[in-house]
């Protein structure tokens, strides 16, 4: 068996052993240690299983948990594909302290689903075929005002004073707000995150459902029902007009919170007409003048807009109270 003694000094030892150094002697010699694959041989083959016994490492983040817990991302078939990458499920971002989970690759039809009280609007339109290549991870939740500010050193934010609903303890972890889109990108660039596009948020939305609303474990394929979507969002209808602190509402299927509701989000492309085509890892127009915000807000009447469809646009220098972001990272 393969006995970690560090990275360096296994790999230095059968880089530099000659091919032929083992020859004669037991597999698992203690005094040919490395013979990993115990061939008798030190080789290109020791080199590989020694890579794989330390799998991939990345300096980026600390693994939280490896594996998706069955409680949180409860469909197998989401599972699967989240452990077929290798890579590990929930990670904290050690520049940021930021809490991200694995979106695994896959296909989806972006675009219009109509709720039961609310039809599609046309930007919403065509449905189409979206392919994505690459996992990528995403914040767990909208950044908050404490992330910001331990990373910027002040807060722009709106809602940063405690009400009959916040206390003063749960102020920093309502969403950061009001930097505009502009304002998002020093934040991005001190940190080494990025914004999702808008194909990758609206996969890590759905989690797998085709209904209006994203899911949740106790409407786990999803809903349409406009009633039911007040579980998974901070609307106009049941927020007292203000942000609350991030995770308040149900997780979908992927895990992640917040996607329905509580601030609006940016994502990385410039607003356009989809396309009626199949696209594969899209990242919209090229150049633009206005950028994209996805999710709903707080402040926006109804569960019109928490649809996993809905898209909307804005000015990038316009600063709102109800529009905040959340990362993503390449693995």
């Not at 109509?114 to 930007?123: E, R, T």
């Not at 009633?227 to 997780?251: I, Y």
Request: glycine residues 10%; proline residues 6%; hydrophobic residues 40%.
């Amino acid at each position: 068996m393969f006995r970690m003694q560090g990275i360096r000094t296994h790999l230095a030892r059968v880089l530099l052993a000659a091919p032929l150094a083992c020859a004669g002697q037991a597999a698992g010699d203690e005094s040919c240690p490395t013979d990993v694959d115990g061939s008798k041989l030190v080789d290109f083959g020791d080199v590989a299983l020694a890579l794989l016994e330390f799998g991939p490492c990345a300096s980026w983040y600390t693994v939280l948990e490896q594996s998706p817990d069955p409680v949180v991302v409860y469909d197998a078939d989401a599972r699967a594909a989240i452990s077929a990458t290798g890579l590990p499920w929930r990670v904290r971002d050690n520049g940021s302290g930021i809490e991200m989970l694995l979106i695994p690759t896959g296909s989806y039809q972006r675009g219009c689903t109509a709720s039961l009280q609310n039809a599609c609007y046309s930007a919403e339109s065509p449905v189409h075929q979206v392919t994505l290549t690459q996992a990528f991870y995403i914040g767990r939740y909208e950044v908050t005002q404490a992330q910001w500010t331990a990373k910027m050193g002040s807060n722009p934010s709106h809602h940063k004073m405690a009400s009959d609903e916040v206390s003063a303890s749960e102020v920093p972890n309502r969403p950061v707000e009001k930097m505009g889109f502009n304002g998002v990108k020093p934040f991005l660039a001190a940190t080494g995150l990025r914004l999702p596009t808008e194909a990758e948020w609206e996969f890590a939305c759905r989690a797998g459902t085709t209904t209006a609303f994203h899911g949740s474990a106790a409407m786990p394929a999803g809903t349409n029902d406009d009633v039911e979507a007040d579980a998974l969002g901070w609307t106009s209808e049941n927020s007292a007009a203000q942000t609350r602190p991030v995770g308040g509402k149900a997780a979908n299927g992927f895990g992640v919170h917040d996607m329905s509701g509580n601030v609006w989000e940016f994502v990385a492309d410039w607003f356009g007409a989809y396309p009626a085509a199949p696209v594969t890892d899209p990242t919209g127009p090229a150049t633009g003048t206005t950028c994209i915000v996805r999710g709903g807000a707080f402040d926006f009447g109804g569960a019109v807009f928490l649809r996993s469809s809905y898209r909307s646009s804005g000015l990038t220098t316009f600063l709102s109270k109800s529009t905040g972001f959340r990362v993503a990272r390449n693995p």
